[in-house]
Nanobody, 125 residues
């Protein structure tokens, strides 16, 4: 599976952005998908995940109610709709894929098998 993330940019606080993660490879449809982010000088942080089977979603507490993860299996694409952006959301955002038969916490980046190259989101105050 190859992942290509896009959609980042420079926005002001309170604005919205939509990130895209386009996947290639026949097995995309049997992977759980997630978004992580990494700010300068900080560790990679879980943001959101969506399961392959039921589309169950999970979020970092600080983005609940502001971010929405979704997927379009027909288009092999995962989205992260980010609303009410804050300066602390500034980071490089990565999409990642985890095998569909996994069950447990989705927040550990070490569990993920495939990663996109990242897209930079900068939120100015």
């Amino acid at each position: 599976v190859q992942l290509q993330a896009s959609g980042g940019g420079l926005v002001q606080a309170g604005a919205s952005l939509r990130l895209f993660c386009a996947a290639s490879g026949r097995t995309f449809r049997v992977y759980n998908m997630a978004w992580f982010r990494q700010a300068p000088g900080k560790e990679r942080e879980f943001v959101a995940a969506i399961t392959w089977s039921r589309g169950t979603t999970y979020y970092l507490d600080s983005v609940k109610g502001r971010f929405l993860i979704s997927r379009d299996k027909a288009k092999n694409t995962v989205y992260l709709q980010m609303n009410s952006l804050k300066p602390e959301d500034t980071a490089v955002y990565y999409c990642a894929a985890l095998r569909a038969d996994y069950s447990g916490s989705y927040s550990n980046p070490l569990l993920y098998e495939y990663w996109g190259q990242g897209t930079l989101v900068t939120v100015s105050s």
